[in-house]
């Protein structure tokens, strides 16, 4: 147990939909990151946020936001869902801004159908 | 182009051989981690290098980070099949986020 913890752990919802993945970070964790990872892909960055503030930004698609709230949970809002949005969706977590270490929670898993 | 170039991107080898992956880089790296994947979970820390030539042993694991810290290998002997899983390495440089290789996908047959 990572002690990262996500929900809901799947997902199933139909195209044009948005739903939106919860993560609360480790105890005592800052930074918060998100991660896509489809069938048979690596890892995908998204977006990072530190204490609150997005601080870091990869390949995520402006119908996805992200927040991180002062009790330092973060949500992953996907909308307008197309089919190809399928996917793993991870959250980790470190204590520093560019920790060395992170922490990966167990994944959500979104179909869209 | 990826920072962390990981090879094979796949590999499956019967229960009992050796094996080792390569993790390599242009760049400098103050860290490397590797992870081990399980279909289906969250990719869970096997084990950090942090100085360059640095070996790891993690029971039939074994890690190396290179003496220029721009690259890094596993190897594993004896393979069983809960080894099963994607590796990934994953560069730490200062002031920068943790940047992930593309994973070696391997596959231990009974």
């Known amino acids: 147990d990572s002690g990262v913890t996500q929900t809901p752990k799947h997902l199933i919802t139909a195209t044009g939909q948005r739903v939106t993945l919860r993560c609360s970070p480790r105890?005592?964790?800052?930074?918060v990151y998100w991660y896509q990872q489809s069938l048979d892909q690596g890892l995908q960055f998204l977006i990072q946020?530190?204490?609150?503030?997005?601080?870091a930004k990869g390949n995520i698609l402006e119908r996805f936001s992200a927040q991180q709230f002062p009790d330092l949970h973060s949500e992953l809002n996907l909308s307008s869902l197309e089919l190809g949005d399928s996917a793993l969706y991870f959250c980790?977590?470190?204590?520093?801004?560019?920790?060395?270490?992170?922490?990966f929670g167990e994944g959500s898993w979104l179909t869209v159908v | 182009t990826q920072l962390l170039e990981q090879s094979p991107q796949f590999l499956s080898i019967q229960e009992g051989e050796n094996l080792t992956v390569y993790c390599n880089s242009s760049?400098?790296?103050?860290?490397l981690q590797w992870y081990r994947q399980e279909p289906g979970e969250g990719p869970v820390l096997l084990v950090t290098?942090?100085?360059?030539?640095e070996v790891k042993k993690l029971k039939r694991l074994t890690f190396q980070f290179g003496d220029a810290r721009k690259d890094s290998s596993l190897h594993i002997t004896a393979a069983q099949p809960g080894d099963t899983g994607l590796y990934l390495c994953?560069?730490?440089?200062?002031?920068?986020?943790?940047?992930f290789g593309q994973g070696t996908r391997l596959t231990i047959n009974p």
């Open positions: 980790a977590s470190s204590v520093a801004l560019f920790g060395n270490t992170i922490y």
């Open positions: 105890s005592g964790d800052l930074s």
């Open positions: 946020y530190y204490n609150g503030e997005e601080r």
């Open positions: 760049s400098v790296f103050s860290s």
């Open positions: 290098v942090v100085t360059g030539g």
């Open positions: 994953a560069g730490a440089r200062e002031g920068q986020k943790l940047v």
